[in-house]
Protein backbone atom coordinates (compact mmCIF):
# COMPACT_ATOMS: atom_id res chain seq x y z
CA UNK A 1 0.00 0.00 0.00
CA UNK A 2 1.26 3.35 -0.70
CA UNK A 3 0.31 5.13 2.36
CA UNK A 4 1.12 3.98 6.72
CA UNK A 5 -1.27 4.66 9.06
CA UNK A 6 -0.63 4.86 12.48
CA UNK A 7 -1.44 2.30 14.76
CA UNK A 8 -2.40 -0.42 12.06
CA UNK A 9 -0.67 -2.84 9.63
CA UNK A 10 -2.68 -2.44 5.89
CA UNK A 11 -3.66 -5.34 4.70
CA UNK A 12 -5.53 -5.00 1.70
CA UNK A 13 -7.94 -2.63 -0.21
CA UNK A 14 -11.71 -3.43 -0.07
CA UNK A 15 -13.73 -0.69 -1.52
CA UNK A 16 -13.32 2.24 -3.86
CA UNK A 17 -15.62 5.41 -3.57
CA UNK A 18 -16.15 8.69 -5.06
CA UNK A 19 -14.76 10.45 -2.13
CA UNK A 20 -12.74 7.52 0.16
CA UNK A 21 -11.29 4.35 -0.49
CA UNK A 22 -11.87 1.33 2.10
CA UNK A 23 -8.90 -0.80 3.41
CA UNK A 24 -8.80 -4.34 5.76
CA UNK A 25 -6.42 -3.00 8.83
CA UNK A 26 -5.11 -4.92 11.63
CA UNK A 27 -4.95 -3.07 14.97
CA UNK A 28 -0.76 -3.45 15.66
CA UNK A 29 -1.70 -3.75 19.48
CA UNK A 30 -4.63 -6.20 20.08
CA UNK A 31 -4.59 -7.76 16.67
CA UNK A 32 -8.06 -7.19 15.76
CA UNK A 33 -9.48 -6.51 12.28
CA UNK A 34 -10.98 -3.56 11.21
CA UNK A 35 -11.97 -1.47 8.38
CA UNK A 36 -10.57 2.19 7.67
CA UNK A 37 -11.79 4.39 5.45
CA UNK A 38 -9.46 7.14 3.86
CA UNK A 39 -10.94 10.06 2.92
CA UNK A 40 -9.46 11.13 -0.86
CA UNK A 41 -9.86 15.29 0.16
CA UNK A 42 -6.97 16.74 2.09
CA UNK A 43 -8.00 17.34 5.87
CA UNK A 44 -5.87 19.82 7.10
CA UNK A 45 -7.50 19.15 10.52
CA UNK A 46 -10.56 17.30 12.81
CA UNK A 47 -12.30 20.67 13.23
CA UNK A 48 -12.46 21.00 9.06
CA UNK A 49 -16.53 21.60 8.15
CA UNK A 50 -16.46 19.69 4.80
CA UNK A 51 -15.91 16.45 7.41
CA UNK A 52 -18.06 17.52 10.59
CA UNK A 53 -20.84 15.62 9.58
CA UNK A 54 -19.36 12.12 10.21
CA UNK A 55 -17.26 13.63 12.96
CA UNK A 56 -20.37 14.88 14.84
CA UNK A 57 -22.34 12.15 13.72
CA UNK A 58 -19.92 9.55 15.83
CA UNK A 59 -19.70 11.88 18.91
CA UNK A 60 -24.13 12.86 18.97
CA UNK A 61 -25.68 9.83 17.75
CA UNK A 62 -26.21 6.97 20.50
CA UNK A 63 -25.03 3.67 19.26
CA UNK A 64 -27.51 1.40 17.66
CA UNK A 65 -27.25 -2.08 16.48
CA UNK A 66 -28.48 -1.19 12.71
CA UNK A 67 -25.88 1.88 12.45
CA UNK A 68 -22.58 1.50 11.67
CA UNK A 69 -20.08 2.84 14.62
CA UNK A 70 -17.23 4.97 13.87
CA UNK A 71 -14.73 3.33 16.68
CA UNK A 72 -11.75 5.98 16.23
CA UNK A 73 -10.12 9.19 14.14
CA UNK A 74 -6.47 8.80 12.80
CA UNK A 75 -5.65 12.08 11.15
CA UNK A 76 -2.05 11.82 9.70
CA UNK A 77 0.21 13.40 6.92
CA UNK A 78 -3.16 16.07 6.40
CA UNK A 79 -5.64 13.03 5.63
CA UNK A 80 -8.34 11.76 7.95
CA UNK A 81 -9.29 7.79 8.04
CA UNK A 82 -12.16 7.14 9.74
CA UNK A 83 -11.89 3.01 11.66
CA UNK A 84 -14.78 1.11 11.90
CA UNK A 85 -15.99 -2.50 12.35
CA UNK A 86 -14.69 -4.64 9.33
CA UNK A 87 -18.51 -6.03 7.84
CA UNK A 88 -18.13 -8.73 5.45
CA UNK A 89 -20.31 -7.32 2.47
CA UNK A 90 -22.75 -4.86 1.19
CA UNK A 91 -26.33 -5.31 0.29
CA UNK A 92 -25.42 -4.69 -3.92
CA UNK A 93 -23.42 -7.61 -3.76
CA UNK A 94 -25.55 -9.90 -1.95
CA UNK A 95 -28.47 -8.92 -4.15
CA UNK A 96 -26.64 -9.59 -7.53
CA UNK A 97 -24.37 -12.42 -7.35
CA UNK A 98 -27.08 -14.34 -6.87
CA UNK A 99 -29.15 -15.48 -10.22
CA UNK A 100 -32.71 -14.47 -8.58
CA UNK A 101 -34.00 -11.81 -6.13
CA UNK A 102 -34.02 -12.62 -2.43
CA UNK A 103 -36.92 -14.58 -0.62
CA UNK A 104 -39.06 -12.06 0.73
CA UNK A 105 -38.93 -13.85 4.13
CA UNK A 106 -34.68 -12.89 3.94
CA UNK A 107 -35.71 -9.84 2.73
CA UNK A 108 -38.15 -8.73 5.40
CA UNK A 109 -35.10 -9.36 7.89
CA UNK A 110 -32.63 -7.02 5.84
CA UNK A 111 -35.45 -4.32 5.81
CA UNK A 112 -36.68 -4.17 9.45
CA UNK A 113 -33.09 -3.73 10.14
CA UNK A 114 -32.40 -1.23 7.58
CA UNK A 115 -35.57 0.77 8.75
CA UNK A 116 -34.82 0.58 12.62
CA UNK A 117 -31.09 2.23 11.53
CA UNK A 118 -32.88 5.04 9.86
CA UNK A 119 -35.96 5.78 12.55
CA UNK A 120 -32.81 6.05 15.02
CA UNK A 121 -30.71 8.40 13.07
CA UNK A 122 -34.04 10.43 12.33
CA UNK A 123 -34.85 10.19 16.12
CA UNK A 124 -31.83 11.63 16.94
CA UNK A 125 -32.38 14.70 14.30
CA UNK A 126 -30.08 13.16 11.54
CA UNK A 127 -31.17 12.08 8.24
CA UNK A 128 -29.10 10.16 5.73
CA UNK A 129 -29.54 11.45 2.33
CA UNK A 130 -27.89 8.49 0.18
CA UNK A 131 -29.62 5.23 1.35
CA UNK A 132 -28.28 2.50 -1.33
CA UNK A 133 -27.53 -0.77 -1.57
CA UNK A 134 -23.96 -0.32 -2.01
CA UNK A 135 -24.11 1.59 1.75
CA UNK A 136 -25.98 -0.83 3.67
CA UNK A 137 -23.65 -3.16 4.93
CA UNK A 138 -23.85 -6.75 6.20
CA UNK A 139 -22.22 -9.22 8.53
CA UNK A 140 -22.54 -12.66 9.02
CA UNK A 141 -22.52 -14.17 12.26
CA UNK A 142 -22.51 -17.92 12.49
CA UNK A 143 -24.59 -20.09 14.82
CA UNK A 144 -27.14 -22.55 15.14
CA UNK A 145 -29.17 -20.42 12.98
CA UNK A 146 -26.77 -18.20 10.88
CA UNK A 147 -27.76 -14.77 11.34
CA UNK A 148 -27.35 -11.12 9.43
CA UNK A 149 -26.36 -8.26 11.03
CA UNK A 150 -27.63 -5.22 9.02
CA UNK A 151 -26.03 -1.63 9.63
CA UNK A 152 -26.11 1.85 7.57
CA UNK A 153 -22.94 3.03 6.32
CA UNK A 154 -21.38 5.73 4.82
CA UNK A 155 -22.56 8.93 6.68
CA UNK A 156 -20.76 11.41 4.07
CA UNK A 157 -23.76 13.17 3.22
CA UNK A 158 -25.94 13.39 6.53
CA UNK A 159 -27.83 16.15 7.51
CA UNK A 160 -29.69 17.33 10.33
CA UNK A 161 -33.36 17.47 10.05
CA UNK A 162 -32.81 21.13 11.69
CA UNK A 163 -30.76 22.52 8.76
CA UNK A 164 -32.32 25.40 7.47
CA UNK A 165 -33.82 25.06 3.80
CA UNK A 166 -32.73 24.75 0.90
CA UNK A 167 -30.48 22.63 1.08
CA UNK A 168 -27.95 21.08 -1.34
CA UNK A 169 -30.37 20.12 -4.69
CA UNK A 170 -28.14 17.66 -5.90
CA UNK A 171 -27.21 14.85 -3.43
CA UNK A 172 -27.77 10.79 -2.81
CA UNK A 173 -27.49 8.67 -5.67
CA UNK A 174 -29.72 9.23 -8.71
CA UNK A 175 -31.26 5.48 -8.90
CA UNK A 176 -32.61 6.07 -5.17
CA UNK A 177 -33.49 9.79 -5.51
CA UNK A 178 -37.37 11.20 -4.39
CA UNK A 179 -38.92 13.29 -6.65
CA UNK A 180 -38.49 16.07 -4.63
CA UNK A 181 -35.33 16.09 -4.83
CA UNK A 182 -35.55 16.35 -8.55
CA UNK A 183 -38.57 18.62 -8.69
CA UNK A 184 -37.20 21.38 -5.93
CA UNK A 185 -34.24 23.61 -5.61
CA UNK A 186 -32.87 21.31 -2.36
CA UNK A 187 -36.44 21.52 0.04
CA UNK A 188 -36.26 18.17 0.99
CA UNK A 189 -36.78 16.39 4.34
CA UNK A 190 -35.83 13.07 6.10
CA UNK A 191 -38.60 11.49 3.75
CA UNK A 192 -36.44 10.97 0.69
CA UNK A 193 -34.71 8.28 3.29
CA UNK A 194 -38.12 6.01 3.30
CA UNK A 195 -38.05 6.54 -0.42
CA UNK A 196 -34.90 5.01 -1.07
CA UNK A 197 -35.66 2.42 1.65
CA UNK A 198 -38.72 1.51 -0.90
CA UNK A 199 -36.57 1.18 -3.73
CA UNK A 200 -33.91 -1.01 -2.24
CA UNK A 201 -36.51 -3.55 -1.00
CA UNK A 202 -37.78 -3.01 -4.76
CA UNK A 203 -34.32 -4.27 -5.69
CA UNK A 204 -34.11 -7.11 -2.81
CA UNK A 205 -36.69 -9.23 -4.54
CA UNK A 206 -36.59 -8.89 -8.11
CA UNK A 207 -32.82 -8.18 -8.74
CA UNK A 208 -33.83 -4.99 -10.59
CA UNK A 209 -33.72 -1.54 -9.94
CA UNK A 210 -37.22 0.55 -9.73
CA UNK A 211 -36.05 3.62 -11.39
CA UNK A 212 -32.64 2.95 -13.33
CA UNK A 213 -32.95 6.68 -15.04
CA UNK A 214 -29.98 8.13 -17.07
CA UNK A 215 -30.85 11.22 -15.86
CA UNK A 216 -33.26 12.86 -14.26
CA UNK A 217 -35.63 13.45 -16.67
CA UNK A 218 -35.73 10.55 -17.67
CA UNK A 219 -35.93 9.08 -13.51
CA UNK A 220 -39.31 11.23 -13.59
CA UNK A 221 -40.65 9.41 -16.46
CA UNK A 222 -39.49 5.81 -14.92
CA UNK A 223 -41.38 7.38 -11.64
CA UNK A 224 -44.52 8.64 -13.29
CA UNK A 225 -44.86 5.22 -15.45
CA UNK A 226 -45.29 3.32 -11.59
CA UNK A 227 -47.18 6.24 -9.67
CA UNK A 228 -48.81 7.65 -13.25
CA UNK A 229 -48.67 11.91 -13.69
CA UNK A 230 -48.75 14.23 -10.80
CA UNK A 231 -51.53 16.44 -11.59
CA UNK A 232 -50.55 20.15 -11.54
CA UNK A 233 -52.47 20.64 -8.18
CA UNK A 234 -49.85 18.11 -6.83
CA UNK A 235 -47.11 19.80 -7.71
CA UNK A 236 -48.07 23.16 -6.81
CA UNK A 237 -47.43 21.77 -3.33
CA UNK A 238 -43.61 20.81 -3.69
CA UNK A 239 -41.69 24.89 -3.01
CA UNK A 240 -39.37 26.23 -4.96
CA UNK A 241 -39.65 24.07 -8.37
CA UNK A 242 -36.83 24.42 -10.63
CA UNK A 243 -38.50 24.73 -13.41
CA UNK A 244 -41.89 24.10 -14.92
CA UNK A 245 -42.42 20.58 -15.95
CA UNK A 246 -44.62 19.32 -18.89
CA UNK A 247 -45.11 15.47 -18.23
CA UNK A 248 -46.52 13.11 -20.57
CA UNK A 249 -49.81 11.48 -19.38
CA UNK A 250 -49.47 8.27 -17.93
CA UNK A 251 -51.97 6.17 -15.50
CA UNK A 252 -50.73 4.44 -12.42
CA UNK A 253 -49.96 0.81 -12.32
CA UNK A 254 -51.33 -1.52 -9.80
CA UNK A 255 -48.37 -2.64 -7.21
CA UNK A 256 -49.15 -6.12 -7.55
CA UNK A 257 -48.08 -6.33 -11.21
CA UNK A 258 -44.88 -5.02 -10.54
CA UNK A 259 -44.41 -7.64 -7.41
CA UNK A 260 -46.52 -10.61 -7.91
CA UNK A 261 -44.91 -13.04 -5.68
CA UNK A 262 -44.76 -10.46 -2.92
CA UNK A 263 -47.74 -11.07 -0.02
CA UNK A 264 -49.91 -8.06 0.37
CA UNK A 265 -48.21 -6.56 3.66
CA UNK A 266 -44.71 -6.50 1.43
CA UNK A 267 -46.84 -4.78 -1.56
CA UNK A 268 -48.38 -2.01 1.10
CA UNK A 269 -45.13 -1.92 2.63
CA UNK A 270 -43.59 -0.74 -1.19
CA UNK A 271 -47.02 1.20 -1.73
CA UNK A 272 -46.17 3.67 1.34
CA UNK A 273 -42.47 4.27 0.58
CA UNK A 274 -42.83 5.14 -3.04
CA UNK A 275 -45.30 7.92 -2.45
CA UNK A 276 -44.82 11.00 -4.15
CA UNK A 277 -45.67 13.48 -1.84
CA UNK A 278 -43.31 13.73 0.59
CA UNK A 279 -45.99 14.78 3.08
CA UNK A 280 -48.21 11.50 2.39
CA UNK A 281 -45.26 9.23 2.80
CA UNK A 282 -45.00 7.14 5.61
CA UNK A 283 -42.06 7.62 7.76
CA UNK A 284 -39.92 5.33 9.79
CA UNK A 285 -41.39 4.84 12.93
CA UNK A 286 -44.74 4.31 11.48
CA UNK A 287 -42.89 1.76 9.34
CA UNK A 288 -41.81 0.13 12.34
CA UNK A 289 -45.55 -0.11 13.75
CA UNK A 290 -46.39 -1.57 9.92
CA UNK A 291 -48.71 -4.98 10.45
CA UNK A 292 -45.63 -6.21 7.69
CA UNK A 293 -43.25 -6.30 10.82
CA UNK A 294 -45.26 -7.03 13.75
CA UNK A 295 -43.80 -10.84 14.48
CA UNK A 296 -40.59 -9.15 14.66
CA UNK A 297 -38.74 -8.46 18.26
CA UNK A 298 -36.70 -5.89 18.63
CA UNK A 299 -33.50 -7.09 19.46
Not at 255 to 269: A, H, I, M, N, W
Request: with cysteine; aromatic share 10%; glycine share 6%.
Amino acid sequence: MSFHLKGYKIIAKIGKGTFSDVYRVKDRQIGIHYAAKRLNEKCESLNDSRFYAEVDLMKTVPSHPNILSILGLVHDNDCLTFIMDLMDMNLFDLIHTRKRGLSESHARKILIQIIRGLEHLHRNGLFHRDIKPENILIKFVDGPHRKEIVQLGDFGLVARITDPLPLQPYISTRWYRAPECMLTMGYYGPKIDVWAVGCCFYEMVTREALFPGEDERHMLDLIHEVLGTPSQSLLAKFRMKRESFHFERRQPKDFRSLVPLLSVGGVDVLKKTIVYLPEQRISTRKLLEHIYFEDFVYV
